[in-house]
């Protein structure tokens, strides 16, 4: 077993994240006995079964360019990135500041640093720590007025530094079918993507601009397929809709609850009903 740091885990917290559902994950459902070359997430989100499993071996992607800026700046740069986020204020009036950046021209000459502390700042400042732009790409939560949020913590972005230089973990802000192309017998590949919506109205794919509509779920299971067929061990989480239980028939399927803290609708947060499915016993 590999010893693993407890401090490297989300420094973010993410729509879909997996952080309450990791540990069932790691007991009951990751290939047992099983030593996997390199570890693929192409949709990493917060990070959460990466930071728990600590591969020393890792491909990792997102197509939010925001979000990917921020593992760079915290693996590239993250005594800067400190210093920077201890510039920030939990105030209101300072955090629409901060969070209209994306609207001015000038935010295409802000550092990567100051990106990152800025989407940092407001994932802990802003309403329920929901990460959400609208269609043109603009954050659009409101202030979250909480009294004392932990904007600056220190010890978990100097782990998560130190774990993503000590090993090698390549980091890309690209399309999932491009990630994974490469991706071989004795690689494992964890794929969480944006969920197949329960209903019309529950659909939240606004973490980013480009959605992620059926013909994607589609274009995902036809690569769920290839990497079936190189062999690869293979583990996917998605909502438990007809649509997607149709769709991974052929595979081994699970039904799980889990618990969603994110959601506009204070009403709608609490248990759903997930799906995991994987193509190895």
């Known amino acids: 077993m590999v010893s ?17 559902l990791v540990p069932l994950i790691v007991e009951n459902y990751i290939p047992k006995n099983y030593n996997y070359q390199t570890y693929y997430e192409p949709f990493i989100g917060g990070g959460a079964l990466l930071f728990t499993l600590q591969p020393k071996k890792a491909v990792i992607n997102d197509i939010n360019p925001e979000l990917i800026n921020c593992y760079k700046v915290v693996r590239d740069s993250v005594d800067e990135l400190i210093d920077n986020l201890k510039l920030h204020r939990n105030n209101e009036d300072y955090y629409y500041n901060i969070r209209d950046w994306d609207r001015e021209k000038s935010f295409q000459k802000k550092t990567p640093v100051e990106r990152a502390s800025r989407v940092i700042f407001l994932n802990k400042t802003c309403y329920n720590g929901l990460f959400r732009v609208n269609s043109q790409g603009q954050f659009n939560v409101p202030f979250g007025k909480y009294k004392n949020p932990n904007i600056l913590d220190v010890a978990v972005l100097k782990a998560v530094s130190k774990y993503l230089n000590d090993n090698e973990i390549i980091i890309l802000n690209s399309d999932f079918q491009d990630v994974l192309k490469d991706a071989k017998k004795a690689d494992f590949a964890y794929i969480d993507p944006p969920y197949d ?14 959605g992620f ?50 959601n506009s609708n204070a009403k709608k947060r609490g248990k759903v009903d997930e799906i995991l499915v994987k193509n190895y016993e």
């Not at 693993?4 to 997996?18: D, E, H, Q, S, T």
């Not at 019309?200 to 973490?207: K, Q």
């Not at 397929?225 to 595979?251: E, H």
């Open 197 to 210: 919506p329960v209903s019309d109205t529950a659909s939240f794919t606004g973490y980013d601009v480009n």
């Open 4 to 20: 693993v740091n407890k401090l490297v885990k989300p420094f973010l917290k993410w729509a879909g994240g997996k952080r309450q």
């Open 213 to 262: 509509n059926k013909d994607e779920q589609i274009r995902l299971k036809e690569t769920f397929d290839n990497l079936n067929k190189r062999d690869c061990k293979v583990l996917l989480s998605n909502a438990y809709t007809s649509f997607i239980i149709d769709l991974y028939k052929d595979y081994r399927q699970t039904k799980i609850s889990a618990i969603r803290a994110i």
